[in-house]
């Protein structure tokens, strides 16, 4: 199983970036997506989760600024974030696991089984 996360980007504050996902091995429409992010010399957080039936959650960090939705047909999920700030700059992390296992707690890293390579967003202010 292989998630492969875009590349990322430096842009300015209140500018737009669009992330995306791509798995290889794993059904995605089966499974449940988080996006976490790290900034340097933070601990990795939640960012925002989609469910396999499409439900949606986000960090209240972000909340109104980042959507994120699933386009099955290309087992991919795309995190959009609008509104960017400096705050915003960190690495950012997909993560994959599967739908059908009961107990999912989105914002818990330990509920993902599978995790992209990271790549890094940089908000300049």
């Known amino acids: 199983v292989q998630l492969q996360a875009s590349r990322g980007g430096s842009v300015q504050a209140g500018g737009s970036l669009r992330l995306s996902c791509a798995a290889r091995?794993?059904?995605?429409?089966?499974?449940?997506v988080g996006w976490f992010r790290q900034a340097p010399g933070k601990e990795r957080e939640f960012v925002a989760a989609?469910?396999?039936?499409?439900?949606?959650h986000f960090a209240e960090s972000i909340k109104g600024r980042f959507d994120v939705s699933r386009d099955n047909t290309e087992n991919t999920v795309y995190l959009q974030m609008n509104d960017l700030k400096p705050e915003d700059t960190a690495v950012y992390y997909c993560?994959?696991?599967?739908?059908?296992?009961?107990?999912?707690?989105?914002?818990?890293?330990?509920?993902?089984?599978?995790w992209g390579q990271g790549t890094l967003v940089t908000v300049s202010s």
């Open positions: 091995g794993v059904p995605f429409s089966r499974s449940h």
């Open positions: 989609i469910r396999s039936g499409g439900r949606t």
């Open positions: 993560a994959a696991r599967n739908g059908l296992r009961v107990g999912y707690n989105y914002p818990d890293m330990q509920n993902y089984h599978y």
